[in-house]
């Protein structure tokens, strides 16, 4: 889910053993978990009672009377329902290294935790309440947590460790290897429950929403699976096709409406006072959206041989737009990294903006760095509440505990070890979904496609997405089956509640146009 955040939790996790097990070279092969749940509940949020059922437990992978892992996971089932007329999604977050707590018991799942009016983390203790915004009314939702995250593990004697990590790590903790885990435990799922009558949907968040593009190829071409729709949230298509090289302009180009509209948020650029909503700065967007991709762009493809003057009056637009002042505009010549951003904003004031929401602020801790870092940003705690929120849901609510286990919400262990490269290791290649996307809509002319972000994320800016998709060559017969929306907030802007309600009427429209 974050990517950069858990970069710096990596070596904090790793130092302290985290994960409650054994980490020794003589580790004995771990066993199936057999620990599970089940309930029935009513949901009632949706102006009519859902009955369903809550089903908590493992699901081993690999080979046939040998599973190499097992998957936890936590699925919610509406009762009375034909397959066929019933959707189900199968939810999860990112990292690589996230569980799927966050979209679990922050956005579509039937309970979440309670989050400050602003988006922010609300005060402890954590508080559990009803989700008026699950998604529960129109889609079943399984919630899978990837080995290494959440309580899934490596299990028999993948689960023992050669050189520093376990033996399944090089099989699964790898952009492939992850992507056919997953495949592998959606095909599983739907053969034991008897759902493949059912519309199937992805979902996942940031890197998540790089598994969910691929998938839209994978899941159909690889596991015979057919796939209704896919949905990313604040996704990262392209993984290193638009990292922060001077010399390319599409960094620049697209991380600059994010720039616009956080500014605005605070009552900067060209914001008299901060907006809280997305119709109020409706304006500044399209007319940060034309400058990023007219004369800004011409800007930066340009360089010096444009005009002095010219280049002046191009970078005092930028400033005016971003909140940024000409001076600093001029020094970085318009390429200002997302924790170059996330300090320079309000710098005047000691306060940094969040980089995966800079509507949320916090005070600096180190006033004279060029950089924000990571280790700053104001959601940076965030993972206690929600794995707080979560296990005490598990237990107090469905009576399912593990407490001789860790609840990994962010594995630093995952994080460090992963393989993002393929091909083979003579000639590796970066990862791209874009190109799985586009011949998965090629494939099946029926697949729905639903991105959406946070207008105010550094991260993962909404352009970005804007701008692979413009540039996919998508099949013009399926144009219109991709959609794109943009609410207010960061990375994670169903924290924000209007942002939330708005998210799952979006939701409830997707899910319609599925029939």
Do not use: C
Not at 235 to 257: A, C, H, K, M
Not at 468 to 485: F, K, Q
């Amino acid at each position: 889910m974050l990517m950069s955040m858990i970069a710096t939790l990596a070596m904090t996790a790793v130092a302290h053993g985290h994960g409650g097990e054994d980490k020794g070279a003589d580790q004995s092969p771990a066993p199936i978990t057999e620990t599970s749940a089940k309930a029935v509940r009513t949901f009632r949020a949706a102006g009519r009672p859902i009955d369903y059922e809550v089903n908590v437990g493992f699901m081993p992978l690999g080979p046939e009377g040998k599973p190499d892992a097992e998957i936890f996971h936590v699925s919610y089932v509406a009762r009375g329902s034909s397959a066929a007329d019933r959707p189900v999604t199968f939810v999860f977050n990112g990292g690589p290294g996230a569980a799927s707590v966050y979209l679990h018991m922050g956005a579509v799942g039937p309970k979440r935790i309670v989050f400050a009016e602003n988006g922010d983390l609300a005060p402890p203790p954590v508080v559990i309440e009803d989700n008026a915004d699950s998604w529960l009314p129109f889609t079943d939702l399984v919630f899978v947590d990837p080995v290494g995250t959440g309580y899934s593990r490596f299990v028999g004697e993948a689960a023992k460790r050669e050189g520093g990590e376990p033996k399944g790590s090089a099989t699964y903790h790898s952009v492939d290897g992850d992507l056919k885990a997953l495949g592998m435990f959606i095909d599983r799922w739907l053969t034991k429950h008897e759902r493949f009558l059912s519309p199937v949907v992805v979902a996942g968040e940031s890197y998540g929403g790089f598994r969910a593009a691929a998938l839209a190829k994978l899941l159909p071409n690889d596991h015979e699976i057919p796939l209704s729709g896919s949905v990313m949230i604040s996704p990262r298509i392209d993984l290193f096709g638009v990292q922060g090289n001077e010399l390319y302009p599409s960094t620049w180009i697209t991380r600059l409406p994010s720039y616009a509209a956080s500014a605005a948020s605070q009552g900067r650029g060209r914001a008299n006072s901060p907006m809280t909503d997305l119709d109020a700065m409706q304006s500044i967007m399209i007319e940060a959206e034309a400058f990023a991709t007219g004369d800004f762009a011409l800007y930066l493809t340009q360089g010096e041989m444009m005009d002095a003057e010219r280049q002046d009056d191009i970078l005092d637009t930028f400033a005016e737009l971003t909140g940024l002042s000409p001076a600093y505009a001029k020094r970085q010549r318009g390429r200002v990294s997302q924790t170059e951003y996330a300090r320079e904003l309000l710098r005047e004031n000691g306060e940094l903006v969040g980089i995966y929401d800079a509507t949320i602020t916090s005070l600096d801790p180190e006033p004279d760095a060029a950089m924000a870092g990571f280790r700053f940003d104001a959601l940076r705690v965030l993972s206690g509440p929600y794995r707080a929120g979560l296990i005490s849901y598990l237990s107090e609510d469905l009576g399912f505990s593990l407490p001789e286990r860790d609840y990994e919400s962010l594995s630093g262990e995952v994080f460090a070890a992963w393989r993002y490269f393929v091909g083979n290791d003579k000639r590796p290649q970066a990862p791209g979904a874009g190109s799985m996307l586009r011949e998965g809509l090629a494939m099946n002319r029926h697949l729905k496609v639903w991105i959406t972000h946070g207008a105010m994320d550094l991260q993962t800016p909404y352009f970005e997405s804007a701008y692979v998709i413009n540039n996919l060559g998508i099949p013009t017969a399926v144009r219109d089956n991709v959609r794109l929306d943009t609410y207010y907030g960061g990375h994670m802007y169903y924290m924000h509640p209007g942002s939330s309600a708005e998210f799952a009427e979006d939701a409830g429209e997707f899910y319609d146009s599925l029939r």
